[in-house]
């Protein structure tokens, strides 16, 4: 990268046919611009031109190697050019691994909008929760919720969810409802698999309780807890965003209103840092939408 910033220097200096005048095109002090032509001879081991006190003229060497800088350096920039118009509009099929529930109940009119705004943008989704290889496997990126295991991938932090207690009318006539965190132990708790031995972290200003849980049913499906819960089966500790029409429709009631649940933190997984133009806007459509960056 340094032998190009050399070389376009160099390019400058000689359309400008002098110092002072590439200086001032570039906003470089006339003695730094001197000092990085000499690096560039230096380093080439020839002369590329002759210096004058009114004027500069290529050696043989320098006219030769002026002609082909100009050439590469008209490339790098067509490049960059091209590339910019790419972030603009990028093209191409977008592959993506997403967890099925999460996707239907909050990502799909999120992603519908994104497709809208990129329409050179084709997509192939991949609803499973398992963790797919983004090394050995074709996706671009996948998307992913909770804690994330040790590993090589690259996370990006795309927003959280927030997680209140619900529960239906038929089941609080039926059992009451908790008055405070210590009476869910009484009752029948719908619990994800990935909370710790049917521990809820819960948090009401600056106070945190660990609430021990029980209830006959465990899963990995936030449709699936949801549904249970409208149908009455229990308590559960579900994100805000997908209760919206069950409390509409008067299927849920917020149980304890005053406690929320550790937010569940969303990530987008990508094997590399570097990704293409079609994943980088994406991440960033994602990241405006989920965290209101």
């Not at 070389?7 to 200096?13: G, P, R």
């Not at 509009?89 to 977008?94: D, F, K, V």
């Not at 398992?130 to 795309?158: F, Q, T």
């Not at 089941?171 to 698999?193: A, F, T, W």
Request: with cysteine; hydrophobic share 40%; proline share 5%.
């Amino acid at each position: 990268m340094e032998l190009l910033n050399h070389m376009a220097y160099f390019v400058e200096v000689v359309k400008a046919r002098s110092f002072r005048g590439a200086a001032e095109a570039i906003g470089m002090p006339n003695s730094t611009l001197s000092r990085k032509i000499n690096e560039l001879e230096k380093f080439i081991g020839l002369r590329l031109l002759h210096r004058t006190t009114r004027k500069i003229e290529l050696t043989e060497a320098g006219q030769i190697y002026y002609e082909r800088s100009r050439r590469i350096i008209d490339e790098a920039r067509l490049a960059h050019e091209q590339l910019g118009s790419l972030l603009v509009q990028p093209q191409g099929i977008l592959r993506i691994s997403l967890p099925a529930d999460f996707a239907v109940v909050i990502l799909a009119p999120i992603i519908k909008a994104f497709s809208d705004n990129y329409p050179g943008i084709t997509f192939d989704f991949d609803l499973t929760p398992r963790n797919v290889d983004l090394v050995s496997e074709p996706y671009d990126l996948a998307v992913r919720m909770g804690n994330l295991p040790d590993s090589g991938i690259i996370a990006r932090k795309l927003g959280s969810l927030t997680r209140s207690l619900y529960a239906s009318p038929d089941y609080l006539v039926q059992n009451g409802s908790p008055r405070n965190p210590n009476d869910l132990k009484d009752h029948e708790c719908i619990c994800m698999r990935q909370d710790k031995s049917g521990e809820w972290h819960l948090q009401h200003k600056e106070d945190r309780i660990f609430v021990k849980t029980s209830g006959r049913f465990q899963m990995n499906s936030i449709g699936m807890m949801r549904r249970f819960t409208s149908m009455g089966a229990g308590i559960a500790l579900l994100p805000d965003k997908i209760v919206g029409e069950d409390i509409a429709n008067n299927k849920l009631i917020r149980v304890l209103p005053d406690w929320k649940g550790e937010a569940v933190t969303i990530y987008a997984l990508t094997e590399t840092r570097l990704v293409p133009a079609k994943t980088q806007v994406f991440i960033k459509f994602m990241r405006k939408n989920l965290s209101g960056e």
